[in-house]
């Protein structure tokens, strides 16, 4: 399995444009979770989706972030107006889930937004 | 509120010897626990998991020991080597009654430096 996998790896962007962040879960797993990492606030969850059921966004920071995962296999993190305070690293992670499942999240490589 | 607590402090130790990894953690409805890796560049890497009815788990190299009676979670490295070099973070997960959030909270991690 090639693992969870994000595109891009970088992007850069100007203050105000559109971001699109991609993700592909791990073939099987049926939770899918966006965080973002940071010096300042380390490693925050964003939100997470069950069965592509968005389960809790408590963590998007506002109403310029949103999540969509149109099936199994594929999920997006949009941020529109893109601001500087959002630079940071995306990461995209997924697990088996279930209430009774270890939970064990595989995270991909991350993308690296700078919004200048 | 509760959360695992981690100041990202730096670790550092001589090729070959022991590393001693330490994690406090206040939610007394965790009932998983899990240690990642994660270097320079790179998404959190699963290490090794630890039950809350168990007390200590053993990997290739790792310990995880769990003491609950204080809430405090490590990891031990044997004979650490220059390739463990990277940041370490605990991870707690809550009892699947709670909310149904079934998300990791991650601390803010430890930074092991290996010595040549």
């Known amino acids: 399995d090639a693992g969870v996998i994000q595109s891009p790896r970088h992007e850069v962007t100007e203050m105000g444009q559109e971001v699109t962040l991609r993700c592909k879960p791990i073939?099987?797993?049926?939770?899918l979770f966006w965080y973002r990492q940071t010096m300042m606030r380390g490693l925050e969850l964003l939100i997470y989706?069950?069965?592509?059921?968005?389960?809790?966004d408590s963590g998007m920071p506002e109403d310029r972030f949103s999540a969509k995962m149109p099936n199994a296999s594929f999920s997006t993190l949009k941020i529109q107006p893109s601001e500087p305070r959002d630079s940071a690293v995306y990461f995209c992670?997924?697990?088996?889930?279930?209430?009774?499942?270890?939970?064990?999240?595989?995270f991909g490589a991350g993308t690296r937004l700078s919004v200048l | 509120g509760e959360s695992v607590g981690l100041h990202l402090p730096t670790l550092s130790v001589q090729e070959g010897d022991n590393s001693i990894i330490n994690c406090a953690y206040s939610?007394?409805?965790?009932?998983?626990f899990i240690w990642y890796k994660q270097e320079s560049g790179k998404g959190p890497q699963f290490i090794i998991d630890?039950?809350?009815?168990?007390d200590k788990r053993q990997g290739q190299r790792v310990t995880v020991l769990l003491n609950k009676t204080v809430k405090h979670l490590s990891l031990q490295i044997a004979a650490t080597q220059p390739g463990d070099s990277a940041v370490y973070f605990c991870?707690?997960?809550?009892?699947?009654?709670?909310?149904?959030?079934?998300?990791?909270?991650f601390g803010s991690g430890t930074r092991l430096q290996v010595q040549p």
């Open positions: 992670a997924s697990s088996l889930g279930g209430q009774l499942a270890k939970n064990i999240q595989y």
């Open positions: 073939s099987g797993h049926n939770s």
């Open positions: 989706f069950n069965n592509n059921v968005p389960i809790d």
């Open positions: 939610n007394s409805a965790s009932d998983y």
């Open positions: 630890i039950r809350s009815n168990m």
């Open positions: 991870a707690e997960n809550r009892k699947p009654s709670d909310t149904g959030r079934r998300a990791l909270t």
